[in-house]
């Protein structure tokens, strides 16, 4: 199996002067963090899509690829400011032809690897993770309503009746079958020179389609780090949370 972790954004609500997946949580930075946790799981192939500051990041691969015996290749998004769908699209090549399965990540998720074994060990060829404890009070999250078990739906400020609503943790399982279409809906919508859809909207294609089942990790520890407040809570109350857990 291999992970593509999607870190070209600038992290702009951040207000860092390196990307967010340089930061550091408990000496580590967050780039490690993942290299630690794909490890622990017996994911050893490791894309990372970067794009803004990316010399910073191709600076430090090497290290952590040896101190944690991994392959990690690195596809530079030079249109990383023009919209993340084209971030996948730089990946294309690293998801198109494959005979197994391959994990999606946000590179801006603190999680322990427990997250990532329910994933990968899902019964579902294709799933996201959700957590049903989320706040819409000071960030916009991706909703995912659930009905007859299976996600419904996958978008920002939805409403209407389900079984239950989780926010999408941003990691993803995508089964050899429905590969083809990730590429497809990833090509059609990065084509031209003006891109208008999203990363979300590849994957809100996939889920209308009634292609993702959905792991419920509702009371484990992760955050995302978009805010300096998130950066804090992470160092404060994440990372403890993660050490603690058996």
Same mark, same amino acid.
């Given at each position: 199996?291999?992970?593509?972790?999607?870190?070209?954004?600038?992290?702009?609500?951040?207000?860092?002067t390196s990307p967010k997946v340089l930061l550091?949580?408990?000496?580590?930075?967050?780039?490690?963090?993942?290299?630690?946790?794909?490890?622990?799981?017996?994911?050893?192939?490791?894309?990372?899509?970067?794009?803004?500051?990316?010399?910073?990041?191709?600076?430090?691969?090497?290290?952590?690829?040896?101190?944690?015996?991994?392959?990690?290749?690195?596809?530079?998004?030079?249109?990383?400011?023009?919209?993340?769908?084209?971030?996948?699209?730089?990946?294309?090549?690293?998801?198109?032809?494959?005979?197994?399965?391959?994990?999606?990540?946000?590179?801006?998720?603190?999680?322990?690897?427990?997250?990532?074994?329910?994933?990968?060990?899902?019964?579902?060829?294709?799933?996201?993770?959700?957590?049903?404890? &989320?706040?819409?009070?000071?960030?916009?999250?991706?909703?995912?309503?659930?009905?007859?078990?299976?996600?419904?739906?996958?978008?920002?400020?939805?409403?209407?009746?389900?079984?239950?609503?989780?926010?999408?943790?941003?990691?993803?399982?995508?089964?050899?079958?429905?590969?083809?279409?990730?590429?497809?809906?990833?090509?059609?919508?990065?084509?031209?020179?003006?891109?208008?859809?999203?990363?979300?909207?590849?994957?809100?294609?996939?889920?209308?389609?009634?292609?993702?089942? &959905?792991?419920?990790?509702t009371g484990m520890p992760w955050t995302e780090?978009?805010?300096?407040?998130?950066?804090?809570?992470?160092?404060?109350?994440?990372?403890?949370?993660?050490?603690?857990?058996?």
């Amino acid at each position: 199996m291999k992970a593509i972790i999607c870190a070209a954004g600038r992290g702009m609500r951040l207000g860092a002067t390196s990307p967010k997946v340089l930061l550091e949580f408990g000496g580590r930075t967050l780039l490690e963090w993942h290299a630690v946790r794909l490890r622990a799981v017996g994911v050893h192939d490791v894309v990372i899509v970067t794009g803004h500051l990316h010399e910073q990041i191709t600076r430090v691969l090497p290290a952590i690829a040896a101190r944690h015996e991994l392959t990690i290749r690195e596809i530079v998004n030079e249109r990383f400011r023009e919209g993340s769908v084209l971030s996948l699209a730089a990946a294309l090549p690293e998801i198109e032809g494959r005979e197994d399965p391959i994990l999606l990540m946000d590179a801006d998720v603190l999680y322990p690897a427990q997250i990532l074994e329910r994933l990968i060990q899902s019964p579902h060829s294709t799933a996201l993770l959700l957590d049903r404890e &989320y706040s819409t009070a000071d960030d916009d999250p991706v909703l995912v309503p659930v009905k007859n078990g299976r996600a419904c739906e996958f978008q920002k400020k939805w409403a209407g009746e389900a079984e239950f609503v989780g926010e999408s943790i941003g990691f993803f399982k995508i089964g050899i079958n429905d590969l083809t279409m990730l590429a497809e809906e990833t090509r059609g919508r990065s084509a031209g020179a003006v891109v208008h859809d999203s990363y979300d909207d590849v994957l809100r294609a996939m889920v209308l389609a009634d292609r993702f089942g &959905y792991v419920d990790v509702t009371g484990m520890p992760w955050t995302e780090i978009d805010f300096p407040d998130d950066a804090q809570r992470a160092r404060d109350v994440i990372l403890p949370a993660i050490e603690a857990l058996p």
